[in-house]
């Protein structure tokens, strides 16, 4: 299984980016994907999660309303579009594989991980 994380880059605050993630090996009709981001001396947290089949979501309270999740089955891709990116949101980004049923948000429920990329948000 192969994780690949691309989009990041530098932007100002209120500005957009969005980010994609390129899954290759096992098919993942059953699991759950999801991203999660790591500032500087912090903890990684979880942002957003998606059930591959279905399509169902959930969001952190600190990015609901301005982070939207999404899939596209065909091209083996996940997306995060970013809006209205905060100073706050600067991190590291990384998507993620887990295969719980469920929508999980504890880093440790994920089994396989991309590479991450460098989001900045200037003030």
């Known amino acids: 299984v192969q994780l690949v994380e691309s989009g990041g880059g530098l932007v100002q605050a209120g500005g957009s980016l969005r980010l994609s993630c390129a899954v290759s090996?096992?098919?993942?009709?059953?699991?759950?994907m999801g991203w999660f981001r790591q500032a500087q001396g912090k903890e990684r947290e979880f942002v957003a999660g998606?059930?591959?089949?279905?399509?169902?979501?959930y969001y952190a309270d600190a990015v609901k309303g301005r982070f939207t999740i999404s899939r596209d089955i065909g091209k083996g891709a996940m997306y995060l579009q970013m809006n209205s990116l905060k100073p706050g949101d600067t991190a590291v980004y990384f998507c993620?594989?887990?295969?719980?049923?469920?929508?999980?948000?504890?880093?440790?429920?994920?089994?396989?991980w991309g590479q991450g990329t460098q989001v900045t948000v200037s003030s």
């Open positions: 090996g096992r098919t993942f009709s059953h699991y759950g």
């Open positions: 993620a594989v887990t295969t719980a049923s469920v929508i999980v948000t504890l880093p440790l429920r994920y089994r396989f």
């Open positions: 998606i059930k591959w089949s279905g399509g169902s979501t």
